[in-house]
């Protein structure tokens, strides 16, 4: 593909009527991320831990020679509880060109969103909620998806992942 018609296939992905999300739980919720950040979804495996690392971030794994900076999202996002078994999993994400993972508890599916779907998060007075990272809330069915921008999430200063 030519830089320009890259350029446009770019532009053409922002003005999407719908885009596709994948979704998983943590606790009892379930969230949705944009799917183009996705690299691969591998099964848990402990990482090698890495000497002061803030909780949340679990260390390291060698991904094909990549070494992966690893993140349990449940312990930044505050779930009540983590447990370690066969649906946890590891998403792979590329993020302002580095690769992380990220552990949920279970991935559900692959969503496309029409944008008209979406509602914007409503506005949280608490300090405790952090919106910034909520891009929205759509509802598929029964289900309540809670939308996450995860590029600022993972790029976020208190991370320690990526040099801003």
Do not use: W
């Amino acid at each position: 593909m030519t830089a320009t018609a890259a350029a446009h296939d770019h532009h053409a992905t922002a003005a999407r009527a719908s885009a596709e999300y994948l979704t998983f739980r943590l606790g009892e919720e379930e969230y949705g991320i944009d799917i183009l950040r996705v690299q691969e979804i591998r099964s848990y495996e402990p990482p090698t831990r890495i000497a002061n690392a803030p909780p949340h971030m679990l260390g390291v794994v060698n991904l094909r020679g990549v070494i992966v900076p690893v993140v349990d999202l449940r312990i930044k996002l505050g779930c009540d509880k983590v447990e370690y078994n066969g649906l946890t999993v590891v998403i792979v994400l590329n993020v302002k060109g580095r690769v992380v993972g990220a552990v949920v508890d279970s991935v559900s599916d692959v969503l496309e969103l029409p944008r008209d779907q979406i509602r914007p998060a409503p506005e949280m007075a608490s300090s405790t909620v952090d919106t910034a990272f909520i891009t929205g809330i759509a509802s598929v069915g029964e289900r309540m998806l809670i939308l996450m921008d995860i590029e600022a999430l993972m790029a976020a200063p208190d991370m320690g992942l990526i040099d801003t």
